[in-house]
């Protein structure tokens, strides 16, 4: 995947013919069997996870065709763009994927996603997903998207071999034990030991160092309201932050996050700072040298965030677009398609050993963790919040000027606060 501030062109159609749905509900479809479902899965492990997620498609919706609407660009930067004007001028895709939480607010504000709150009793779902999760997918009483996964944002990936040159050893907990790391392997010769890409990507690291300096439940506190964007604990986490920028490569704004990925794969840095797809698409491109922990500072913090499916407002063909909701959210759909992504599934039914090493670990976390949204990734930010936090990490890329980050972000905050 690549993400251009140009609206990328949309993946071609993949027609994968299956056979006649048993989905139930009246067919108000007009004899329409095309599920057009629109998601920024294009590349790697996200790819894969998606092919899997259609193969059980095909058996529970006999009769269904599935298109793929793709376009690729990391955290959907280009999928929205383009979302935006086919929602715009009334010309939806059956189902289309967006992050849970306050992102989706958008689309129900503006009345282009119906109500899936009898879906879920009729599925069952209330039951099959934790009761934290529902909370967060439920606006004004109401759900709106059914999750495929879950996803761990504050992960960092290593290259194994980078740090045994370098001899770093230990494992670490702490921010100061990061930053002797960082300095131990650039005297090993590694330049820039911490990769790193552009905007979104920037944002997720400092949103890291926030859990680390703050705590989970001020982190949290930050995007509704209760924490103080102005306080000396954040001008703290952003200095920490601007600290890390002097390890990280000096193209950053140039990269998407796979380019990033590539520093790591060929031994010219030793971190990424990255969500945890990141293991599925190493995994899918054969490199085997990796390691991961949780950031430092973040301790028994899982920062989180879900990868969701809609109904839009007059999708063309509601009746498939239900039955692959109903896919999206059943065990056999979640296995398939998170045994592939990286992530873990929503359902709390789930059966760990089904699940590679990584996300049994991801599991188990999951379970006992502080669980704190991302904002990076929809979760705890809004789509113009999400927009205009990307800017203001994108300036201070540049300029490093804390102050105007510090009072950038609280004015951000302020302007696009959920209600």
Known sequence: MRISRRVAAAAAAMAVVLPLSACGGNDDSGGNNTVEVFTWWADGGEKAGLDALVGVFGQQCPGQTFRNGAVAGGAGSNAKQVLASRLQTGAPPDTFQAHAGAELVDYVKAGQVEDLSGEYDQWGLRHAFPQGLIDNLTYQGKIYSVPANIHRANVVWTNKKVLDRAGVTTALTSMDQLFAALDKVKRSGVAAPLALGKDWTQ????????????????????????TDWKSAEVAKGIDDYKRLLGYSNQDRDAL????????????RAAYQLMGDWEAADLDAKGFKDYGYFTFPGNGKTFQW???????PRNAPNPDGARCWLKTVGSTDGQQAFNTKKGSIPARTDAD??????????????????????SCAHGAACSQGLQGAANSAVAKFSTDLDTAALQNAL??????????
């Open 352 to 373: 760990p050993a089904k699940y590679p090493t990584y996300q049994q670990s991801a599991m188990a976390d999951w379970k006992t963790f502080a669980q704190v949204p």
């Open 305 to 311: 965030l879900a990868d969701s499916f809609t109904l």
């Open 203 to 226: 944002l997720m690291l400092l949103e890291t160092v926030l859990i680390s300096d703050l705590g989970p439940q001020k982190f949290t506190g930050l995007w509704n309201g209760a």
């Open 410 to 419: 609280a004015q951000a905050t302020s302007q696009y606060a959920t209600s």
């Open 256 to 267: 998407d996050w796979t380019d990033a990925e590539r520093l790591i794969m060929n031994g």
